[in-house]
Each structure stands twice: as C-alpha cells, then as structure tokens.
C-alpha cells in the first residue's frame, strides 16, 4: 500500500508511473510483468575495456561496477521499478549502445555506475555526476536533484568521504533523455578504498544506497511534493 498515494496522484504526474512488484508464473519462473517505472541501469566499461585497476589487491572496475548494478537490480526490483541494465555479463558495450538503450526503453531513470582512479594514491571519496544541459533545464535540475539523493544515500551508508554532486559532459549522461545521474562509488587508486571496494557487504551497500537514493528521488520529486517536474492539469 506504500504507493497507494501515487496511484491516485497519476493523472497530475505526467513523468511518473507508479512502481508494482515483479509477478511470479505459475510455474515458479519470474515473468517481469513491472509496469512500475523504468530504471536502467548502467554498468561501466566490460569486455576488453576494464576501466580502473590495482593491484593489492587486484581490483577491475569493470567487475566491481557489474556486481554493484546487479545488486542494485535486485534492490530496486523488490520496490516495484522495472529494471533494465545496459550489460548483466562481462561484454564490451559502446556508449552509444547504452543510450540507445536508455532511450529506446523510454526510461525515467539512468544511472550509470564506475569507480575512480587517481595518480594521487591519497584521492578518496564518492561523487555523483550530472550533465548540465543548458536545452533542458528540466533534465538538468531532475539530475541535480537526483544525484543530491543518491549521494547523500551513498555517504549515509558507506560513510565514504563527500565529493559532492559535480556537472560533467560525459557522453552518457549527456546524451540520455531522462534524468540522468553517474555515479563514482571509490576511489580503486586509493589502497583503503579499494580493500573496501572487495568486501561484499560494502559492495552491497552501495547498491542499496543507489537503489534507496532513486526511490527517495521518484517519490519525493513525483508526488508534487518540492516536485520540479512540469504538472499536467488534470483533464
Ligand atoms: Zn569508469
């Protein structure tokens, strides 16, 4: 009954569905019959592009960015959103193919997921990306929000250092439709960071701070309540 209040907000929420569970077949297989919001979300890098890496231990970007997104898969799946990840296996997927996903899903969320790296070994902490795009003010200030929720999430869980929310014209962000937010989850470079960036439960953590930061996203800007969304009159 938690989204009650949405369903009877829907006809004033023009950018916003209301989430449903997941429903289980008869014959125990999960049939994603969702038709709660579209959240895709984004692993970095794959393949033979394996992003960040160090040794001692030995840490890939690419891998901690797959576990991190599958466990926020699941997450936000149990509170009701309709999840598509851009790559669930170790493949190498151009950035313009994880647009056209976003895009072609018609999604109202991406958010896609790396880790960092510096030259300076002492560099640590999290940050969340947004494009600033002067066409869309609208899109530019849902990701601003959006990247304000999940971050706070992010250090809330984690107690990882603040980098704060920062504008960046990276291409998938820039080029995504919806809201769109990335996120830097560590530093892999910084040795403390990385030890934690092996730890399951931390990874975990993470996923659900992703996960808890776009729901507080959805409903707080959905619900009209601070909304900085166009309100459609009802009809
Ligand atoms: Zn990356």
Redesign the pocket.
């Known amino acids: 009954m938690r989204f009650l209040c949405l369903f009877l907000l829907l006809p004033f929420l023009p950018a916003c569905g209301a989430p449903k569970k997941e429903i289980s077949s008869p014959i125990g297989s999960s049939v994603n019959l969702s038709t709660g919001p579209v959240v895709v979300i984004d692993a ?2 794959g393949g033979q592009n394996l ?2 890496r160090a040794n001692k231990p030995y840490c890939e ?1 690419k891998r901690v960015a797959l576990q991190t997104a599958r466990l926020a898969k699941k997450y936000l799946s149990q509170l009701g959103y309709h999840v598509i990840m851009t790559r669930n296996t170790d493949e190498f997927l151009p950035l313009e193919r994880r647009v056209e996903i976003a895009n072609k899903a018609g999604a109202e969320i991406f958010v896609s997921l ?2 960092n790296s510096s030259r300076n070994p002492i560099a640590k902490g999290i940050e969340v990306y947004f494009y600033d795009g002067k066409s869309s003010h609208t899109r530019t200030a849902a990701s601003r929000r959006m990247a304000s929720f999940v971050l706070t999430q992010l250090i809330r869980r984690t107690h990882a250092v603040s980098r704060g929310v920062k504008s960046a014209n990276f291409h998938v962000i820039r080029e995504t439709k919806m809201p769109a937010i990335l996120v830097e989850g560590g530093f892999i470079s910084n040795p403390q960071e990385r030890a934690k960036l092996k730890d399951p439960d931390y990874i975990d953590q993470l996923a659900r701070a992703v996960a808890d930061g776009v729901d507080q996203y959805f409903k707080k800007v959905c619900t009209g309540s601070g909304s900085i969304l166009p309100q459609r009159k009802p009809i």
Request: net charge negative; hydrophobic share 30%; proline share 0%.
């Open positions: 970095g890098h992003g960040a970007e790396h880790f």
